[in-house]
């Protein structure tokens, strides 16, 4: 398993994929903690998960340089995450015993009432992308309901993987809360199979996530899926163009465009096309792409050459089925997995970058006649995790979003993921919610208590 920093190609570290015997005997060591760990108390879990975002905080330069150097997002991308876990941590800490507080309800029994049990030892398995966020955002709710957990990590960002394992022990926590597996992919099945394992949660392609519910499916174990978006950013004729340029530029290529939650189809009345795609094309022409440790850098490399592969299949197969090139859409002689900002307008149902999802830094544009067009246009997509709405009608904009078929909606905002609010999808989004009071109940024992 190597670690290669995907602005150079260079190999970093390489890391010894797990044995079965090590696996079994993390996997024991997890499932035997949980019985000590159920029993603390929500202050103790507490005050260990403050300690966490203190770390964070403290060694965010360290981390930081980690995860751009592992997946090769902009330095200031990577801080901005590292800041953003150690939110997630705080923010549990401090509500989790309110969320989680027995639940009284008049029947007629003399006392009925709900209460939320931990369930056991959560299986993880986490994507590249975003490589402590996603997993800081699964890892922090699930602690703190009482459960122990495992993390199959993308083998890309093994050394993200191993730094939040040191960190939560470093924090106080018991070893054997939290582990990490260094294993392949090949590996997971019989892992999620394994009785100790209660339940999984997953973000990742719509085929990884098909695979991991077939499997759980026959073990009848609890699932969360976060899978692909192709997120509409729907501009209506009374929109703030220069809001929606700047935003559009921050949701497209954020990551290097390599997020679910990114804009990714921007579905603009016709009216305010020309006025939109002007003021877009010159801002991103002046996008600064380079070394992702330096701080003016805007866009960095995708994370394996193979995406830049398959980005630019994407983009030659709509320009070849009558989409149109506006800036860049080349492939260009770097030493590292670079991919050019590439804005396509004229595009079409049936081309790869209006019915697939596109993992890069690339902006599709599809012109639409009118409000109603524009929604059918949003929902005429497999996935549905979020959406934006562009308009100065709140009121209006209020009752679209309710025909929108995604899991969020964000009217004048860039779609994002807040610990305060349930974040996940529909459709091929997958299913389940991560997040607020939501998402840490997917992982609890509902349990109704009655009393005669």
Same mark, same amino acid.
């Given at each position: 398993m190597k670690s290669i920093n995907p602005a150079t190609n260079e190999v970093m570290k390489e890391y010894t994929e797990y044995s079965f015997e090590q696996i079994d005997i993390i996997?024991?060591?997890?499932?035997?903690?949980?019985?000590?760990?159920?029993?603390?108390?929500?202050?103790?879990?507490?005050?260990?998960?403050?300690?966490?975002?203190?770390?964070?905080?403290?060694?965010?330069?360290?981390?930081?340089?980690?995860?751009?150097?592992?997946?090769?997002?902009?330095?200031?991308?990577?801080?901005?995450?590292?800041?953003?876990?150690?939110?997630?941590?705080?923010?549990?800490?401090?509500?989790?015993?309110?969320?989680?507080?027995?639940?009284?309800?008049?029947?007629?029994?003399?006392?009925?009432?709900?209460?939320?049990?931990?369930?056991?030892?959560?299986?993880?398995?986490?994507?590249?992308? /975003? %490589?402590?966020?996603?997993?800081?955002?699964? &890892?922090? #709710?699930?602690?703190?309901?009482? *459960?122990?957990?495992?993390? +199959?990590?993308?083998?890309?960002?093994?050394?993200?993987?191993?730094?939040?394992?040191?960190?939560?022990?470093?924090?106080? /926590? %018991?070893?054997?809360?939290?582990?990490?597996? &260094?294993? #392949?992919?090949?590996?997971?099945? *019989?892992?999620?199979?394994? +009785?100790?394992?209660?339940?999984?949660?997953?973000?990742?392609?719509?085929?990884?996530?098909?695979?991991?519910?077939?499997i759980t499916g026959k073990s009848i174990k609890k699932t969360v899926l976060e899978l692909g978006g192709s997120d509409p950013f729907?501009?209506?004729?009374?929109?703030?163009?220069?809001?929606?340029?700047?935003?559009?530029?921050?949701?497209?290529?954020?990551?290097?465009g390599q997020s679910c939650i990114s804009a990714k189809r921007f579905i603009v009345v016709e009216s305010r096309i020309e006025e939109f795609t002007e003021k877009l094309v010159q801002k991103v022409k002046s996008l600064k792409m380079g070394n992702p440790l330096d701080e003016t850098t805007q866009i960095g490399p995708l994370a394996k050459i193979e995406f830049v592969e398959e980005i630019h299949k994407q983009v030659s197969c709509s320009v070849e089925q009558g989409a149109k090139l506006l800036t860049d859409?080349?492939?260009?002689?770097?030493?590292?997995?670079?991919?050019?900002p590439t804005i396509l307008t004229n595009v079409q149902k049936g081309m790869p970058v209006y019915d697939e999802e596109t993992f890069g830094p690339v902006l599709a544009i599809i012109p639409v006649k009118n409000i109603e067009e524009a929604i059918d246009v949003a929902n005429d997509s497999e996935f549905g995790l979020g959406a934006s709405l562009w308009t100065s009608n709140l009121e209006n904009a209020e009752l679209l979003a309710r025909n929108i078929e995604s899991g969020s909606v964000f009217i004048n905002g860039i779609v994002k993921s807040d610990p305060r609010l349930p974040f996940g999808g529909v459709k091929k989004s997958g299913y389940g919610r991560e997040l607020s009071h939501y998402g840490i109940k997917e992982f609890a024992n509902i349990k109704t208590i009655w009393i005669k």
């Open positions: 996997t024991n060591e997890v499932h035997k903690e949980f019985y000590q760990w159920r029993q603390t108390s929500f202050s103790e879990r507490s005050n260990l998960m403050h300690q966490v975002a203190i770390k964070l905080r403290n060694k965010i330069e360290e981390y930081s340089k980690l995860i751009t150097l592992e997946m090769g997002k902009p330095i200031f991308e990577s801080r901005a995450e590292v800041e953003k876990c150690a939110w997630v941590c705080d923010y549990y800490a401090e509500n989790t015993e309110s969320f989680l507080q027995n639940e009284f309800i008049e029947t007629d029994a003399s006392k009925s009432y709900i209460v939320y049990d931990p369930i056991g030892v959560v299986l993880a398995i986490m994507p590249w992308n /975003f %490589p402590f966020w996603q997993v800081f955002r699964f &890892l922090a #709710p699930t602690i703190m309901t009482g *459960n122990t957990a495992l993390l +199959k990590h993308a083998s890309n960002v093994s050394g993200c993987a191993m730094a939040i394992e040191k960190i939560f022990q470093e924090s106080g /926590f %018991p070893k054997n809360t939290f582990r990490t597996l &260094l294993i #392949p992919s090949k590996f997971v099945k *019989n892992i999620i199979v394994d +009785k100790r394992i209660t339940a999984v949660t997953l973000t990742g392609s719509e085929f990884a996530g098909s695979s991991v519910a077939e729907i501009i209506l004729d009374d929109a703030d163009i220069d809001e929606c340029v700047d935003v559009a530029i921050t949701s497209r290529f954020m990551n290097a859409g080349k492939l260009h002689q770097f030493s590292g997995n670079f991919y050019p």
